[in-house]
């Protein structure tokens, strides 16, 4: 049974597909969907960038509360009385890492990916999200077409 679902979300058509598809999947009211926007940052410490907005403090992160705030609003048009609890985050660091950061962090049983209009061997070999995170082995992956 799948209780624990990370969403990557971009706020792009792909990214919204990918949502949509989690949510018919008719997960059960216990489950919980995470959904994740990062701010890509390759600096970033790993484990600073897998902390939800309310834990990173300071006034370089307004923009991520500010992502935070829209992507809050983006669920709430989503919500459904009796779907999956859905759970904001907005990370800084690079997607790949963060997205796998609060894959892990959250123990979740699946990864979802949205992909583009380009063909599946073009996103794989083109050093895409989607190619880094197939190749990390801990979570299933699903990509979204």
Do not use: C, N, W
Not at 81 to 97: D, F, I, N, S
């Amino acid at each position: 049974m799948i209780r624990r679902v990370v969403v990557a979300f971009d706020f792009s058509d792909p990214s919204r597909r990918a949502l949509a598809y989690v949510l018919d999947m008719g997960l059960s009211a216990d489950a919980t969907v995470d959904v994740v926007t990062v701010v890509p940052d390759k600096d970033a410490d790993a484990a600073i960038g897998s902390l939800p907005i309310g834990e990173v403090p300071g006034e370089r992160d307004l923009h991520l509360r500010s992502l935070h705030d829209q992507l809050e609003h983006e669920l709430l048009e989503r919500r459904k009385e009796a779907g999956p609890r859905l759970m904001a985050h907005a990370l800084r660091g690079t997607p790949e890492k963060a997205l796998l950061a609060l894959a892990k962090h959250v123990s979740a049983d699946m990864v979802v990916v949205g992909m583009s209009e380009k063909t599946l061997f073009e996103k794989l070999f083109a050093g895409s999200v989607s190619r880094e995170l197939l190749t990390q082995h801990r979570f299933p992956i699903l990509l979204v077409p």
